[in-house]
């Protein structure tokens, strides 16, 4: 039982040694099914349409072979499902060994997928148009109106993309090429995966990461450039809570780093950053919000920030009254006992 599980383990974790025994069993058994007299009866004429055609033939071409003939719907049925099936199974070791030379940089589940999907789709399609030429002729005007949406980020994953293409494509015309464009694509995927080929030298790996961190800076120091990458990738897909909070947090942060000291006029007119010092916020807020009612204009509770000694620091976005200087707010808040210390900024 455990010399079971251990080989169920290394199947699941060594990818390669998986994928070797996957091609091994895979064409066994299709080499079995195809010589099993049954079998030959059931679907010789989807298997041979797949297996012998005249498309890649070599010498002098058959024109009256390669000239779409009339089939059954059964036998089109047959052929079209055999060819998407064998698609699924030659683009799933390419899945395999795409997520194993990917965890590293990461990858989309949605590209996982569509090595799988498109080239059934497309081995599906190639069977279809194979046996009439107005099909064929209306599948172009189709796909040129159609309009791909999902943005590669990585040259590589176009290059899976256009492999799952190949394979559907070689499937629904001879399966035996779409095998050896799946098992050679996964060697030499392989091969660059382990030898790291095209690596960039140690030495020069410094002054590549340094200027891309400049860079990153340059970017960010174009005010537009960087409110623009904010608006787009973050403030789009928050809630207006979230919005709210987000916006009391950056304004009390260039509240924080602003050096001026504000006048009374000022905080007469805008808003000013009261910060009270206190041990016990629920038993502070109730006293100083009193205060802060007959003193201030408006006021508006933004957060609490806590200190390792145990005290909390509890701010207060406010607005003075005309008749209310600071020096009146911050003694008035200083009379209170579970008020430690207060800055207005």
Partial sequence: MARKSGIRDALEHNIVLRTVIYYVVLFGVARWVYTLPAAQQLV???????????????????VAAATPAA????????????????????ALPVAW???MTRKKRGYDQSVVQTLILLPALVAGVVVLVKYSLALAFSLAGIVAAVRF??????????????LATAIGLAAGVQ?????MLSVTFNVIVLFLWYTEFGKVPPAMEGIVAERKLEEARDRMRQTGSFVSMLDDEIFADMTPEQL?????????????????ELTDEEMQKRDALLRLKTNDVDAMRG???VVLEDLCKKYRFVGIVKH????????????????TRGADLADALHAKSQVLDVEIK
Avoid: Q
């Fill in 244 to 260: 709210d909070l987000a916006a009391d947090r950056a304004w009390r942060r260039k509240r924080e780093l602003g050096t001026e």
């Fill in 97 to 99: 060994i795409y997520t």
């Fill in 71 to 90: 089939v059954s719907p059964a036998t089109l049925a047959l052929t079209t499902t055999t060819s998407m099936i064998g698609a699924v199974l030659l």
């Fill in 149 to 162: 949406r999902t943005t590669l980020d990585d040259s590589k994953d176009a290059v899976y993309i256009f």
């Fill in 287 to 289: 006293p100083i919000e």
């Fill in 308 to 323: 390792d000694d145990g005290t909390k620091t509890v701010d207060y976005a406010i607005t003075l009254k005309k008749s």
């Fill in 175 to 179: 399966l035996p090429m779409a095998a």
């Fill in 44 to 62: 010789k004429a989807s298997l041979d349409a797949l297996v012998n055609s005249p498309v890649f033939s070599f010498g002098k071409p058959d």
